[in-house]
Protein backbone atom coordinates (compact mmCIF):
# COMPACT_ATOMS: atom_id res chain seq x y z
CA UNK A 1 0.00 0.00 0.00
CA UNK A 2 0.80 3.59 -0.49
CA UNK A 3 1.67 6.35 2.15
CA UNK A 4 -2.02 8.60 1.29
CA UNK A 5 -1.38 10.52 4.53
CA UNK A 6 1.57 11.23 6.81
CA UNK A 7 2.35 13.13 10.05
CA UNK A 8 5.34 14.60 11.21
CA UNK A 9 5.96 15.63 14.73
CA UNK A 10 2.39 17.61 14.79
CA UNK A 11 1.60 19.10 18.06
CA UNK A 12 -0.51 21.62 18.79
CA UNK A 13 -0.67 24.47 22.08
CA UNK A 14 -3.62 26.14 23.30
CA UNK A 15 -3.26 28.68 25.91
CA UNK A 16 0.60 27.71 27.28
CA UNK A 17 -1.05 24.10 27.14
CA UNK A 18 -0.49 21.32 24.98
CA UNK A 19 -3.58 19.19 23.26
CA UNK A 20 -1.17 17.03 21.19
CA UNK A 21 2.21 16.74 21.44
CA UNK A 22 4.91 14.96 18.80
CA UNK A 23 2.07 12.90 16.58
CA UNK A 24 3.64 10.78 13.61
CA UNK A 25 2.35 8.17 11.95
CA UNK A 26 1.26 7.06 8.23
CA UNK A 27 -1.96 6.04 7.14
CA UNK A 28 -2.18 4.10 3.53
CA UNK A 29 -4.52 3.74 0.37
CA UNK A 30 -7.38 1.60 1.51
CA UNK A 31 -6.84 1.36 5.34
CA UNK A 32 -9.48 2.11 8.01
CA UNK A 33 -7.59 3.58 10.78
CA UNK A 34 -9.34 3.60 14.33
CA UNK A 35 -8.54 6.42 16.39
CA UNK A 36 -9.26 5.71 20.15
CA UNK A 37 -8.85 6.95 23.49
CA UNK A 38 -10.36 8.25 26.46
CA UNK A 39 -12.43 12.10 26.62
CA UNK A 40 -9.59 14.95 26.11
CA UNK A 41 -7.24 12.68 24.63
CA UNK A 42 -7.03 14.88 21.42
CA UNK A 43 -9.24 12.74 19.46
CA UNK A 44 -11.26 15.44 17.75
CA UNK A 45 -8.18 18.01 18.21
CA UNK A 46 -6.59 15.75 15.47
CA UNK A 47 -9.31 15.96 13.30
CA UNK A 48 -9.39 19.16 12.96
CA UNK A 49 -5.93 19.96 12.37
CA UNK A 50 -5.98 17.22 9.52
CA UNK A 51 -8.87 19.11 7.61
CA UNK A 52 -7.24 22.47 8.37
CA UNK A 53 -9.41 24.31 10.51
CA UNK A 54 -6.92 24.72 13.11
CA UNK A 55 -3.23 26.08 12.94
CA UNK A 56 -0.73 23.06 14.06
CA UNK A 57 1.78 25.02 16.47
CA UNK A 58 4.73 22.71 14.74
CA UNK A 59 4.88 19.79 12.77
CA UNK A 60 3.47 18.96 9.12
CA UNK A 61 0.65 16.81 7.30
CA UNK A 62 1.34 15.56 4.01
CA UNK A 63 -1.47 14.19 2.10
CA UNK A 64 0.08 12.09 -1.07
CA UNK A 65 2.85 14.34 -1.89
CA UNK A 66 1.17 17.71 -0.64
CA UNK A 67 1.76 19.58 2.44
CA UNK A 68 -1.87 21.10 3.48
CA UNK A 69 -0.60 23.96 4.78
CA UNK A 70 0.48 25.37 1.58
CA UNK A 71 -3.02 24.47 -0.08
CA UNK A 72 -6.46 26.52 -0.38
CA UNK A 73 -9.28 25.62 1.16
CA UNK A 74 -10.84 24.45 -2.26
CA UNK A 75 -7.48 21.84 -2.76
CA UNK A 76 -7.98 20.89 0.41
CA UNK A 77 -11.31 19.72 -0.02
CA UNK A 78 -10.50 17.63 -2.67
CA UNK A 79 -8.04 16.09 -0.58
CA UNK A 80 -9.72 15.42 2.69
CA UNK A 81 -13.40 14.84 3.61
CA UNK A 82 -14.83 14.97 7.34
CA UNK A 83 -18.14 13.80 8.56
CA UNK A 84 -18.21 15.65 11.63
CA UNK A 85 -20.22 14.97 15.17
CA UNK A 86 -23.95 16.13 14.84
CA UNK A 87 -24.07 18.58 12.54
CA UNK A 88 -26.85 20.96 11.59
CA UNK A 89 -28.74 19.98 8.14
CA UNK A 90 -30.39 21.31 5.89
CA UNK A 91 -34.19 20.08 7.28
CA UNK A 92 -36.12 21.10 4.38
CA UNK A 93 -33.30 19.49 1.62
CA UNK A 94 -33.90 16.55 0.07
CA UNK A 95 -31.60 14.08 0.66
CA UNK A 96 -30.38 13.97 -2.93
CA UNK A 97 -29.93 18.17 -2.64
CA UNK A 98 -27.88 17.82 0.31
CA UNK A 99 -25.60 15.31 -0.89
CA UNK A 100 -25.19 17.37 -4.10
CA UNK A 101 -24.33 20.35 -1.93
CA UNK A 102 -21.14 17.78 -1.42
CA UNK A 103 -19.73 18.72 -5.07
CA UNK A 104 -19.14 22.37 -4.09
CA UNK A 105 -15.09 22.21 -4.23
CA UNK A 106 -15.65 21.11 -8.04
CA UNK A 107 -18.35 24.03 -9.31
CA UNK A 108 -17.60 26.78 -11.26
CA UNK A 109 -17.02 30.38 -9.32
CA UNK A 110 -21.10 31.14 -10.16
CA UNK A 111 -21.42 27.77 -8.04
CA UNK A 112 -23.10 25.95 -10.34
CA UNK A 113 -23.14 22.02 -11.07
CA UNK A 114 -22.58 20.31 -14.00
CA UNK A 115 -24.14 16.81 -15.67
CA UNK A 116 -20.64 15.19 -13.90
CA UNK A 117 -21.52 16.54 -10.22
CA UNK A 118 -25.31 15.30 -10.78
CA UNK A 119 -23.27 11.70 -11.77
CA UNK A 120 -21.11 11.65 -8.83
CA UNK A 121 -24.00 12.73 -6.54
CA UNK A 122 -26.31 9.69 -7.97
CA UNK A 123 -23.26 7.26 -7.57
CA UNK A 124 -22.92 8.32 -3.75
CA UNK A 125 -26.31 7.28 -3.37
CA UNK A 126 -25.86 4.32 -4.86
CA UNK A 127 -22.51 3.53 -2.88
CA UNK A 128 -23.87 3.53 0.39
CA UNK A 129 -27.32 2.28 -0.33
CA UNK A 130 -29.61 5.29 0.03
CA UNK A 131 -30.54 5.82 -3.37
CA UNK A 132 -33.90 5.05 -2.63
CA UNK A 133 -34.33 8.20 -0.07
CA UNK A 134 -33.05 10.44 -2.97
CA UNK A 135 -36.38 12.50 -2.95
CA UNK A 136 -36.98 12.53 1.23
CA UNK A 137 -36.25 15.33 2.95
CA UNK A 138 -33.46 15.46 5.53
CA UNK A 139 -36.10 16.42 8.63
CA UNK A 140 -37.89 12.82 8.31
CA UNK A 141 -35.32 10.38 8.25
CA UNK A 142 -33.96 8.40 11.22
CA UNK A 143 -30.83 9.33 13.00
CA UNK A 144 -28.62 6.49 11.10
CA UNK A 145 -30.54 7.36 7.32
CA UNK A 146 -28.77 11.09 8.60
CA UNK A 147 -25.62 9.75 9.28
CA UNK A 148 -25.78 7.70 5.45
CA UNK A 149 -26.52 11.08 4.55
CA UNK A 150 -23.55 12.36 5.71
CA UNK A 151 -21.31 9.48 4.97
CA UNK A 152 -22.97 9.61 0.90
CA UNK A 153 -21.60 13.13 1.13
CA UNK A 154 -17.97 12.38 1.53
CA UNK A 155 -18.04 9.75 -1.17
CA UNK A 156 -19.46 12.54 -3.59
CA UNK A 157 -16.62 15.10 -2.06
CA UNK A 158 -14.55 12.16 -4.15
CA UNK A 159 -11.40 12.69 -1.61
CA UNK A 160 -9.28 9.71 -1.02
CA UNK A 161 -9.46 10.31 2.71
CA UNK A 162 -12.13 10.52 4.89
CA UNK A 163 -12.57 11.31 8.59
CA UNK A 164 -15.53 10.20 10.36
CA UNK A 165 -15.62 11.83 14.18
CA UNK A 166 -17.58 9.21 16.37
CA UNK A 167 -19.95 8.60 13.37
CA UNK A 168 -22.00 5.84 15.52
CA UNK A 169 -22.09 7.82 18.77
CA UNK A 170 -26.40 8.40 19.92
CA UNK A 171 -26.95 4.80 17.39
CA UNK A 172 -28.53 2.04 18.52
CA UNK A 173 -26.85 -1.19 17.64
CA UNK A 174 -28.52 -2.22 14.23
CA UNK A 175 -27.82 1.79 13.28
CA UNK A 176 -24.47 0.69 14.36
CA UNK A 177 -23.09 -1.71 12.36
CA UNK A 178 -25.02 -0.50 9.23
CA UNK A 179 -22.86 2.26 9.41
CA UNK A 180 -19.79 0.49 10.09
CA UNK A 181 -20.15 -1.83 7.46
CA UNK A 182 -21.29 0.65 4.79
CA UNK A 183 -17.93 2.24 5.65
CA UNK A 184 -16.00 -1.22 5.21
CA UNK A 185 -17.73 -1.71 1.88
CA UNK A 186 -16.18 1.90 0.61
CA UNK A 187 -13.08 0.53 1.52
CA UNK A 188 -13.30 -1.83 -1.46
CA UNK A 189 -12.59 1.27 -3.62
CA UNK A 190 -8.89 1.98 -2.16
CA UNK A 191 -10.97 4.32 0.05
CA UNK A 192 -8.80 5.30 3.42
CA UNK A 193 -10.82 6.27 6.28
CA UNK A 194 -9.15 7.85 9.85
CA UNK A 195 -12.57 6.97 12.44
CA UNK A 196 -12.99 7.92 15.76
CA UNK A 197 -14.58 5.46 18.33
CA UNK A 198 -15.42 5.20 21.81
CA UNK A 199 -16.40 2.02 21.67
CA UNK A 200 -13.69 -0.13 21.58
CA UNK A 201 -15.18 -3.81 20.66
CA UNK A 202 -16.35 -1.84 17.72
CA UNK A 203 -12.87 -0.57 16.81
CA UNK A 204 -11.47 -4.31 17.32
CA UNK A 205 -14.17 -5.78 14.87
CA UNK A 206 -13.69 -3.15 11.84
CA UNK A 207 -10.30 -1.14 12.47
CA UNK A 208 -7.42 -2.62 10.60
CA UNK A 209 -5.29 -0.76 12.50
CA UNK A 210 -5.58 1.20 15.71
CA UNK A 211 -4.25 4.60 17.19
CA UNK A 212 -4.17 4.35 21.00
CA UNK A 213 -4.08 8.12 22.56
CA UNK A 214 -4.12 9.73 25.69
CA UNK A 215 -3.33 13.24 27.08
CA UNK A 216 -2.59 14.49 23.83
CA UNK A 217 0.04 11.76 23.06
CA UNK A 218 0.39 8.49 21.28
CA UNK A 219 0.80 5.60 23.20
CA UNK A 220 0.42 2.90 20.65
CA UNK A 221 -0.38 1.92 17.01
CA UNK A 222 -0.94 -1.28 15.60
CA UNK A 223 -3.40 -4.43 14.96
CA UNK A 224 -6.48 -4.56 17.30
CA UNK A 225 -4.90 -7.40 18.87
CA UNK A 226 -1.38 -5.49 19.55
CA UNK A 227 -3.30 -2.23 20.74
CA UNK A 228 -5.70 -3.22 22.68
CA UNK A 229 -4.30 -5.08 25.78
CA UNK A 230 -4.95 -5.53 29.14
CA UNK A 231 -1.85 -3.45 30.55
CA UNK A 232 -2.81 -0.61 27.40
CA UNK A 233 -6.17 -0.33 28.76
CA UNK A 234 -5.70 -0.10 32.18
CA UNK A 235 -2.90 2.62 31.88
CA UNK A 236 -4.86 4.78 29.73
CA UNK A 237 -8.42 4.68 31.11
CA UNK A 238 -7.70 3.76 34.14
CA UNK A 239 -10.17 0.52 34.58
CA UNK A 240 -9.99 -2.33 34.87
CA UNK A 241 -10.75 -4.81 32.34
CA UNK A 242 -10.24 -8.50 30.46
CA UNK A 243 -9.49 -9.50 27.04
CA UNK A 244 -11.42 -11.92 25.60
CA UNK A 245 -11.07 -13.42 22.39
CA UNK A 246 -14.18 -13.10 19.69
CA UNK A 247 -15.11 -16.55 19.20
CA UNK A 248 -15.89 -15.63 15.31
CA UNK A 249 -13.54 -13.38 13.84
CA UNK A 250 -10.30 -13.60 16.57
CA UNK A 251 -10.40 -10.15 17.37
CA UNK A 252 -9.85 -8.53 20.93
CA UNK A 253 -13.35 -8.20 23.73
CA UNK A 254 -13.01 -5.68 26.17
CA UNK A 255 -15.23 -6.61 29.24
CA UNK A 256 -15.25 -4.62 32.43
CA UNK A 257 -14.54 -5.90 35.92
CA UNK A 258 -16.81 -4.91 38.09
CA UNK A 259 -17.14 -5.44 41.94
CA UNK A 260 -20.71 -6.98 42.64
CA UNK A 261 -22.28 -4.88 45.97
Same mark, same amino acid.
Given at each position: ??? &?????? +??????? !??? =?????????? #??????? #????????? $??? &????????????????? /????????????? @?????? /????? *????????????????????? #???? /?????????? +?? =?????? =???????????????????????? /?????? $????????????????? &???? !????????????? =???????? +????? @??? $??? #??????????????????? !????????????? +???????? *???? !??
Amino acid at each position: MNN &LLEIIN +LSFKHED !KYI =LKNINFKNST #GKLTGVI #GPNGAGKST $LFR &LITGTLNPTNGEIIIGD /QNIANLSVKKRSK @LISLVP /QNPEM *PSDFTVFETVLFARHPYTNFL #GWEN /QKDLDATNES +LE =LTKIKH =LSKRKIQTLSSGEKQKVLISMSVA /QNTPIT $LLDEPTSNLDIDNQILI &LNTI !KNLQKNNHSFLIS =LHDLNLAS +LYCDE @LLL $LSK #GEIITIGTPKSVLTEENIR !KTYNTEIKVLEHP +LHETPIIT *PVIN !KI
